[in-house]
Every structure is written in structure tokens, then in C-alpha cells.
């Protein structure tokens, strides 16, 4: 079974960036969606990002369009998400999930329950 491990969060200024990393064990990206997904204190899980392992396909939340990237890093069996012009309202943990269907980043939303093999997550805070 695909197992998911989170890095790359922490403190960062307003306007700042972060790179975060979803490292997959067990499997094989090549075969399967990863989503993003982030929940701040209080809120909802909401889909941040997501990528198609087959075709390289990318879907975003509205809020973070032009500010966030999304990649597959075949050879580490990674997937990043780069994060640029950070603003407080980011501040979340990160977590990564699997959709072993591969479908679920065809959707106008990015939806948790689609998703699986959640990872332990990593905070991101944005903070001056």
C-alpha cells in the first residue's frame, strides 16, 4: 500500500516562499493522482492542488492560482508544491493524499473524499 510522508513546512513572512514535498513509498507514482490538501484551525480540509500521475494533469483551488506549483518528481517518487507570495490566510497543515483512480483532478473542485493514504502533515505558518 502507498505510504505518503510530508516535509518542507514552517515559518515564513508574508510574501515568502516554501517548497513542500509529498514522498511516496510502497508504490509507484507514475499510476496515481496526489492532492494537497490543507485545514487551518477550526476550518475544513479543503483541496489545495492536485496532479495526475498518467498524464502530468493539474488542478487548482482558485485561491492559490498563480501563487502555487504542483510537480511530479518521478525519479524520488515526489511530488512538490512550490509556494510563492505566501499570505497569512495559508497558514495550514499541509497533508498529501492519493487517488488511485486517477480522476478525481478532472473536478472543478479538489475534493478530500476522493483521497486516500493520507500523510501526517506538515504546518505551514505565514507570519510577520
Known amino acids: 500500500q502507498l505510504q505518503l510522508v510530508e516535509s518542507g513546512g514552517g515559518l515564513v513572512q508574508p510574501g515568502g516562499s516554501l517548497r513542500l514535498s509529498c514522498a511516496a513509498s510502497?508504490?509507484?507514482?507514475?499510476?496515481?493522482?496526489i492532492g494537497w490538501f490543507r485545514q487551518a484551525p477550526g476550518k475544513e480540509r479543503e483541496g489545495v492542488s492536485c496532479i495526475s500521475g498518467h498524464n502530468g494533469h493539474t488542478n487548482y483551488a482558485d485561491s492559490v492560482k498563480g501563487r502555487f506549483t504542483i510537480a511530479n518528481d518521478n525519479a524520488k517518487n515526489t511530488v512538490t508544491l512550490q509556494m510563492n507570495n505566501l499570505k497569512p490566510e495559508d497558514t495550514a497543515v499541509y497533508s498529501c493524499a492519493v487517488d488511485p483512480a486517477d480522476i478525481q483532478c478532472y473536478d472543478a473542485s479538489i475534493n478530500p473524499g476522493g483521497f486516500g493514504s493520507w500523510g501526517q502533515g506538515t504546518q505551514v505558518t505565514v507570519s510577520s
Open positions: 510502497g508504490g509507484t507514482l507514475d499510476y496515481y493522482a
